[in-house]
């Protein structure tokens, strides 16, 4: 038995529709050739080290999969197939990889732009920045303006800014 993942980038725009039909492909190919899917994980939205096609974003997914030593060089030439051909427009990179059978299925998914903070000073406090938060009135990411900073315990120029 082999188990490998494959880690493929697809463009920022990718519905969900589009993504599922991907999942049901790749299912279909890989029972077909009488492996198992152990995982197909959608990680999220990322910025890119350097543009792909154009694009400064993508989507990242992650999927896992078992198949017999008999089956193996098939799947893999059929996968390449969906990648390459098939799903060509959406799907921009991938990377296949062999893990090892008796290794952990455990990682640590990498904080995507999907699951960024929705307030200035707790991406701030979350990275050790706090020196960079200044006082007085601010905006959060949707636009509205924040009354009280967060060193202001007692509330007292909160009020004032207020009145």
């Known amino acids: 038995m082999f188990r490998y993942e494959i880690l493929f980038l697809t463009v920022p725009e990718i519905t969900k529709d589009e993504s599922e039909a991907i999942k049901t492909h790749f ?4 029972r077909a050739h009488k492996g198992t899917l152990v995982s197909f994980d959608r990680w999220g939205k990322y910025r890119l080290a350097y543009p792909v096609n154009h694009n400064d974003y993508g989507v990242y997914f992650l999927t896992r999969f078992e ?12 996968l390449k197939e969906i990648f390459v051909f ?8 991938h990377i296949f990889e062999r893990l090892d059978v008796n290794a952990s299925l455990e990682y640590r998914r990498p904080d995507s732009l999907e699951d ?3 307030d200035v000073d707790t991406f701030l ?6 020196g960079l938060i200044k006082k007085g009135p601010r905006k959060n990411f949707e636009g509205k303006e924040k009354i009280q900073d967060l060193d202001d315990a007692d509330g007292d120029d909160a009020a004032e800014m207020q009145s």
């Open 67 to 78: 198949v017999e030593k008999t089956e193996k060089i098939q799947l893999l030439d059929a």
């Open 116 to 118: 960024s903070p929705q």
């Open 86 to 93: 098939k799903f060509n427009t959406l799907i921009v990179k």
């Open 125 to 130: 406090k979350r990275h050790d920045m706090e």
């Open 27 to 30: 299912t279909k190919v890989v």
